[in-house]
């Protein structure tokens, strides 16, 4: 990373900034967070700062011209000690290049990459000022009773993503996962399994028969007046807190959880915590009559709901109730969870993971709890996932688990058909981490808020812009490590790598840092992505042209080379597992296709 170049160009320039101005709290520190590395490839490496971002840091009209700052830059001599060789004026967009000595550029790049540890990032310079906060992370997860959906999925890789990078800045994250499991549609569950449930069809398949016997026992209700009773009495034990009845619950949602987990493994996401509101029925009771008491919100009928606060009409349109207080209990136990949550933890902010069509419901909810009474309401926020209408359109065949299985499926098929591989057991395993890492690369290349096109032939592509592509790179650079018998030592003389596929590839690196903050900073994962599917394409050039063969080239080389290369892995490797992701490790390697 290039944060030593950074540093030294932000204590060249302080001095000349702030000479007159002793009202400026402008510090190096902030002044290097401005500065970029050059993305031109092919010419000397530069690094820029921005002239727009230096007036707006220093508040002034009464700035030095940025001609004269850089004469007096000049004037101080180059080269310099830290490796500059020139000192430049760019007039489009205006601000000032430092170039820098190639060879000095990449031993420091390389030498800070490969000496830091995995969460070294944190001393770059541009995360200095960040400061560290508590944040819950949470996911829609599905409702007992309800399969696991690439909804659901969606979710789940993105609350992976967002807690992964915040851990990696400094922020303490707890993961926690909110259990909706009381009200109307639990009573309704409970009482059609009892009614006319299987426990050999429960155990075999949690998700589906919950979902039909879900589906059976909502008719009933409507229609069978005895089994609506039924149902009633069940919600009054619960809501009462009956022990019986409540064992009985609980022995559902277990397996049903259960269930979840093995899905939730699978994808690699784990909670810190676990919230259920059947722990909670007498308390989410007072804060629906709280709501309704206070008029915050009026019930007339079960369709009729109004709220009297002020939303944003970008929010959303209110919700059309089918069950009106249903959703003022959802309501009232999303309320009580973030009160629960900001008791227990003690959160800065409390991230909610969640398609865009939870919009309404997601915007009500920090309004209506800021009128209980609650200041910190606005530390709850929505990250929004634009809801992919592929999937809305073919739910049936868009259930998580048979989505995974595919994939796992389609990747085995490519490994016998195409790279006529024999399956054992180790195949069987990658194929699983690439069909994962292939949807989860396929989602996230895309904004989170943009819909996409869901196609199996390109997901499962073994091509440059794939989850596979970038699985495969980790796993022959670990093996080039691997089977190498010369490991880098911080110590290697990186004056060896002349060739411009190297420098390229040094440059690009030396992004590292700046490309995790503007991801962090947007909690946008393809702006992650888009760094790495231009590394695949960099690393694919430098190895084509670097050989490690002591045949050819003296021992320097090589080792200056395989330096390249460990930091080119190790970067891949750290990003692969921010987005949430194993990296791959095998001995098989891809042929050419």
């Not at 540093?7 to 000349?16: E, H, M, S």
């Not at 004026?89 to 060879?103: C, S, W, Y």
């Not at 997860?141 to 789940?156: D, L, Y």
């Amino acid at each position: 990373m290039a944060s030593f170049f950074r540093w030294r160009i932000a204590n060249k320039l302080l001095p000349v900034l702030v000479k007159g101005n002793t009202e400026s709290k402008i510090n190096a520190n902030s002044i290097s967070s401005i500065v970029k590395v050059s993305r031109l490839r092919g010419v000397a490496t530069q690094l820029f700062v921005p002239w727009k971002r230096v007036t707006n840091l220093l508040q002034t009209e009464n700035l030095t011209n940025p001609a004269d700052l850089v004469t007096r830059l000049r004037n101080q001599g180059l080269p310099t000690a830290e490796g500059f060789t020139d000192i430049t004026l760019n007039q489009e967009p205006l601000g000032i290049f430092f170039t820098v000595d190639k060879h000095v550029f990449s031993k420091i790049v390389l030498t800070d990459i490969c000496s830091e540890e995995e969460n070294g990032i944190r001393s770059s310079c541009l995360f200095q000022d960040i400061p560290r906060k508590n944040l819950i992370v949470q996911c829609q997860v599905p409702k007992i009773g309800e399969t696991f959906q690439m909804t659901h999925f969606r979710s789940a890789i993105h609350c992976n993503f967002i807690s992964n990078i915040n851990k990696l800045v400094g922020h303490t994250v707890v993961k926690v996962r909110h259990i909706a499991d009381g009200g109307l549609q639990s009573a309704i569950l409970m009482t059609g399994y009892k009614e006319f449930g299987n426990e050999n069809d429960l155990l075999e398949n949690p998700s589906t028969h919950l979902s039909k016997l879900f589906k059976a026992g909502s008719e009933q209700y409507r229609n069978d007046f005895k089994f609506k009773d039924k149902v009633d009495i069940c919600l009054r034990n619960m809501e009462k807190g009956d022990k019986a009845v409540l064992r009985d619950w609980h022995y559902l949602t277990n397996i049903a959880l259960k269930h979840q987990d093995t899905i939730y493994n699978t994808i690699g996401l784990t909670f810190d915590d676990s919230h259920f509101d059947s722990s909670y029925s007498s308390e989410i009771k007072e804060i629906k009559n709280d709501l309704l008491e206070k008029n915050i919100a009026c019930k007339k009928g079960n369709e009729n709901l109004k709220f009297n606060v002020s939303l944003d009409s970008k929010k959303g349109a209110p919700a059309k109730y089918s069950d009106a207080d249903t959703f003022l209990l959802n309501l009232s136990s999303a309320i009580f969870y973030c009160v629960n949550s900001k008791n227990k933890y003690n959160f800065d902010a409390m991230l909610y993971v969640a398609p865009t069509s939870q919009k309404y419901f997601l915007s009500l909810l920090p309004v209506l709890i800021k009128q209980l009474g609650f200041e910190w309401s606005e530390n709850f926020q929505h990250i929004e996932l634009q809801d992919i209408k592929h999937f809305e359109r073919n739910k049936k065949y868009f259930d998580t688990e048979r989505v995974l299985k595919q994939a796992k499926r389609d990747i085995l098929f490519k490994f016998k058909s195409e790279l006529n591989l024999y399956v054992d057991e180790n195949l069987d395993n990658m194929a699983e981490v690439l069909g994962l890492s292939s949807l989860v690369i396929h989602d996230m290349k895309n904004r989170r808020k943009i819909d996409y096109a869901f196609e199996w032939k390109d997901m499962l592509s073994f091509g440059r812009e794939s989850g596979a592509s970038l699985q495969y790179c980790h796993a022959g650079l670990k093996g080039l490590q691997r089977d190498s018998d010369h490991y880098f030592k911080t110590d290697i003389d990186t004056s060896p790598l002349l060739e411009k596929e190297a420098h390229d590839l040094v440059q690009h690196l030396a992004r590292f840092d700046e490309m995790v903050f503007k991801s962090y900073s947007l909690l946008e994962p393809c702006i992650l992505l888009q760094y790495l599917f231009t590394l695949w394409h960099l690393t694919d050039r430098a190895t084509n042209v670097l050989k490690l063969d002591l045949k050819s080239d003296r021992l320097i080389v090589v080792k200056a080379r395989l330096m390249l290369l460990s930091a080119t892995m190790k970067v891949l490797h750290q990003c692969l597992k921010i987005l949430g992701l194993t990296p791959l490790e095998t001995d098989y390697t891809i042929p050419d296709l």
